[in-house]
């Protein structure tokens, strides 16, 4: 069983509209989660943290449910911009205190005009 | 900071060929992660290094596959012989330990093609 499970979509969503993503994660020692975004044919990077308050940035809620191991991420306002692949991270840490990062294959959002 | 560098940024080689692929991670940073990423199996840590010194090689996929790291500012991963299946996007990451929330910053990575 992967550590991170993730629709892949694709998700194809009008520019305003609301769109949500979830993942599911396997290891419930998994002490960290995060959302990374990655371009067409560009590297991941960080988007956001994702805490067990849940967060918020700007357009972006991230949420953590660790009795569920569900994590999902809330895009409100949908900008042509947004589209990218997200991917969700958890990590776990190792006895050099390294953390591993475990990601899932991502979920492709399309913004259409 | 220029952030991680990785050369080539594309590389087309023959089947049977070596390819060394090359990373240097952000200055000061202690952590150096090597990925591949394909459509069928997302992003796969290889191996990573903590202060120069390999500490996890399990996800290397054969021996075919070799990554050394001999200082703070250079890494390499080295394909011998290589093979159609290794066609793939490798990614270089470096963190440090000592920031939080041990934010993983990637390299543009290295389009490989084994024909």
């Known amino acids: 069983r992967k550590e991170v499970e993730q629709d892949p979509g694709p998700f194809n969503v009008p520019e305003g509209a609301t769109v949500a993503f979830n993942c599911t994660y396997s290891n419930s020692a998994s002490q960290s989660f995060f959302w990374y975004r990655q371009d067409c044919r560009k590297e991941p990077k960080l988007l956001m943290s994702v805490y067990s308050s849940g967060n918020e940035d700007g357009r972006f809620t991230a949420q953590l449910n660790r009795a569920s191991q569900y994590i999902s991420l809330l895009i409100r306002d949908s900008k042509l911009s947004d589209s990218a692949t997200y991917l969700c991270v958890v990590t776990l840490t190792d006895q050099t205190g390294a953390n591993n990062l475990f990601f899932g294959t991502g979920t492709r959002l399309t913004v259409i005009p | 900071d220029a952030g991680v560098i990785q050369s080539p940024r594309h590389e087309v080689t023959e089947m049977g060929q070596e390819v060394t692929l090359r990373c240097k991670p952000i200055s000061g940073h202690d952590y150096l992660f090597w990925y591949r990423q394909t459509m069928m199996r997302g992003l796969e840590l290889l191996i990573y290094f903590n202060n120069n010194v390999p500490i996890d090689d399990s996800g290397m996929p054969e021996d075919r596959f070799s990554a050394k790291m001999p200082n703070a500012s250079f890494s390499t991963l080295k394909i011998q012989p290589s093979e159609p299946r290794d066609s793939a996007v490798y990614f270089c990451?470096?963190?440090?330990?000592?920031?939080?929330?041990?934010?993983?910053?990637f390299g543009p990575g290295t389009r490989l093609t084994v024909t």
């Open positions: 990451a470096s963190s440090f330990r000592g920031e939080g929330p041990y934010e993983q910053y």
